[in-house]
């Protein structure tokens, strides 16, 4: 275990916001994390697991021991009737673990190509896109316990998935709770991907693709290249502007209140849920209250969307987390005073 001091996390996190770790271990394996359990300075200090640093937001410092999750490694398990198991270090990049899936012959994550972070995030925030979530993919991962140093394993009832959102992101309620949030690092993840592969299609972008390439019945490599064109159209590269991808979950609503809003905005994009309710596209709403290209400082909306929030002064004068919150709070003011709707961050704010 190799451990640095005084770390920049500007590079690290890919909103580009200039802070610093008091420590930094890089986690390849759970014999780090138990080393750092066992060295007397290291294991008393609050700790702060980063993957990708792609669904943060650093408001300062971290008077912390960061354990920067690079468990590397990719591999097909096995194979049942109706699936097959495949399993990726936490370290993996989550695009690229997808890309590779593809090239096994194995669909079932097409929809989820290009979504920034690793591997390990993405069953703490349960990532989803054009109509598929993480939990719909998802088999079982392995983790370690951050305060004794031994492993577990978690199926998807365990993981308590909701819509972006896990047991990784909450603290127990009570004594013998089981909210996971700073007491866990995930090490790797598995994933049931359907021998039965049938398209996942119910999005207006996707089936704007369809008609524009007079394909009806497109393949898994097909719906992967697709999203991979439609979000590169829509969202700016953290390496070229800084930000954290989708800033607000898409609201959800009664089907009264939606009935409400259309009354008001005809055009607003909606789209029913099973359980009878609609989720709203908060970045229409957003556009629609006129945030679109506006900055807080060096905090800026992104021109092409504005459900993203960027980093508009670049490596030399980056934004500060306070700009970037407290421009995400005169969203959430505008948005609550015209629709009734209270919006809710993505990113984790620390």
Known sequence: ?????????????????????????????????????????????????????????????????VLKVEVMGRRVLEATDRHTIVEAGAGENWHDFVTWTLAQGLGGLENLALIPGTVGASPVQNIGAYGVELQDRFHELDAIDLRSGELFTLNAAECGFGYRDSVFKHT????????????????????????????????LDLERKMQETGVAEPTARQ?????????????????????????????????????????????????????GSFKLAAGWLIDACGWKGKRVGNAGVYEKQALVLVNTGGHEQPATGGEVMTLARAIQTSVYERFGIRLEPEPVVV
């Open 1 to 65: 275990m190799f451990v640095e001091r005084n770390v920049p996390l500007q590079p690290l996190n890919s909103f580009g916001i200039a802070a610093r770790a008091t420590a930094l271990v890089r986690v390849r394996g759970e014999a780090d994390v138990r080393a750092v359990l066992a060295y007397a300075e290291l294991g008393a200090q609050p700790r702060f697991v980063l993957g990708g640093g792609s669904n943060i937001v650093l408001t300062g410092d971290l008077r912390a021991v």
């Open 172 to 203: 127990p309620a009570e004594p013998g709770g089981f909210g996971l949030a700073g007491r866990a690092l995930i090490l790797r993840v598995r994933f049931a991907l359907p021998k039965a592969w049938k398209p996942v299609l119910g999005y």
């Open 223 to 275: 719906i992967y290249e697709w999203v991979v064109a439609i979000r590169r159209a829509k969202l700016p590269d953290p390496a070229v502007i800084g930000n954290a991808g989708s800033f607000f979950k898409n609201p959800t609503v009664t089907p009264e209140q939606c009935q409400d809003i259309i009354g008001r905005d005809p055009k607003v994009v909606h789209y029913p849920m099973p359980d």
